[in-house]
Every structure is written in C-alpha cells, then in structure tokens.
C-alpha cells in the first residue's frame, strides 16, 4: 500500500530566517494523524537564509540525520565536532545521553536541508557525530545505501534503519528492497513509486510491501528510509 502526501498538504512553519515544511507533529504544528511512521518522528524540509542557522540547542536520545540538498551546513556540537556537509551529503548525530549542537548557514545562499529525526533502539548511549560524502552522478545499480544500524553503510546509527539516497535518470527504473516499512521523499524531480506518482517535496509511505519499483519521469533524486514500525 502506498500513500502520498503531497507537499502542499505538509505542515508550514515560516520564521523568516526558516522556511519550515513539517511531515510530521513537530514544534507549534500538531496534526493527530501525523505523529510518526513508526520509529520516524520528524522530516523538516527546511530552507535555511543565508547567513542564519540554528543556535546551539540541546538532544538526547534521537538519532539525527541531516542530508543536504543544496547549499551547505556547518555543525559544531558540545563534544568537540566540527563539519561543514555540502549539497548531496549526509551528516549523523547521536544524541544519546545528551549533547548540544549548532547547525549554521555559513554560505552565501539559502541551504535547504532535509532534517530527520529516528527513535534508538539503545538509549543514553556515547554521543556521537559523523559525516560522509557521497557520489552525486546517478547509479545504474540503484540507491546508494548512506546510513545504517549494522554496520553495512558509511554512517552508523543506533536503529535497525535503512537510508538509501541518489539520483535517478529520465526513464530510469530501479527495484528498491524494503525490510520493514519504507517513508520516501522527492528532493527533486517527479516520480512513480510502482503507477502512483509522487512530486518534488511530496512524501509518501510504503506499506506491506518487500519492494517498490521507483521510476523517474524526469531527472529525480529521492530518498528512502526504511524504519521498523515500532
């Protein structure tokens, strides 16, 4: 089953130095039947003005990833971390026992970004920070996989979760494998998800199924997180 929420229908949120899209319940936007999708608690599609940022804030016990895509974002965390994570990059944060953190737009341009937030299945765990780069070119062989719990991807988190991301070709079709429940999101581009078609900013959850086929209409880069259900 699969089902589409398009970006109009997204939460909103604008404090003029971010453009916020919400998916998800999160901070004044509250919506009952859009708490969570399993350990998924929050996708903010945001855009971020030059110059502007996220003064240092608090986490513990989430794991927070942040994948960019355009512009970039410079991280700098209680613990000693520093990283700057440029369009088409990912960067992981353990919030276990507790950390403080900055996310700053140090660019000339908006940075838009999506932030996700996934529950752990360990809890006050060391805290922790990392970051990778990843190819930008699209892949015949399918969504490269960017973040995991087991070890098998280039950043590590504390859920048996699954990101895959990448670029996709005009008239490109890939089989995506699905181990629990997939959530995917269109950075950019127009897709189908087996014939139901899925637009730039939409999301759309993957249910009850082992598979879904993603075929590209146009130049598409997508995202999808595969997350147990609880």
């Not at 838009?112 to 937030?117: A, D, F, P, S, V």
Request: proline share 3%.
């Amino acid at each position: 089953m699969i089902n589409v929420y398009p970006y109009s229908s997204l939460g909103h949120a604008d404090h003029g130095w971010l453009d916020a899209r919400h998916h998800f319940s999160f901070a004044s936007y509250h919506n009952n039947q859009r708490m969570n999708f399993g350990v998924l608690r929050v996708i903010n599609d945001d855009v971020i003005q030059a110059g502007r940022g996220f003064a240092t804030h608090p986490h513990d016990n989430m794991e927070i990833i942040t994948y960019v895509r355009s512009g970039a974002i410079t991280h700098k965390d209680s613990k000693g971390n520093e990283g700057r994570t440029k369009a088409g990059d990912v960067q992981v944060m353990s919030a276990g026992s507790g950390i403080s953190h900055s996310e700053q737009n140090l660019e000339s341009e908006d940075t838009t970004l999506y932030q996700i937030w996934i529950e752990p299945n360990q809890m006050n765990v060391a805290p922790r920070w990392d970051s990778h780069e990843f190819p930008k070119k699209s892949d015949k062989q399918g969504l490269a996989l960017l973040v995991s719990g087991d070890g098998n991807a280039p950043l590590m988190i504390h859920q048996d979760a699954y990101v895959y991301a990448g670029s996709l070709d005009k008239g490109q079709s890939i089989e995506q494998p699905i181990k629990h429940q997939a959530y995917v999101l269109v950075s950019n581009g127009e897709i189908t998800l087996d014939d139901i078609v899925v637009k730039k900013g939409d999301g759309a959850e993957v249910i009850d199924q082992s598979m879904v086929v993603i075929s590209a209409h146009s130049a598409a880069e997508v995202l999808v997180l595969d997350v147990p259900a609880a």
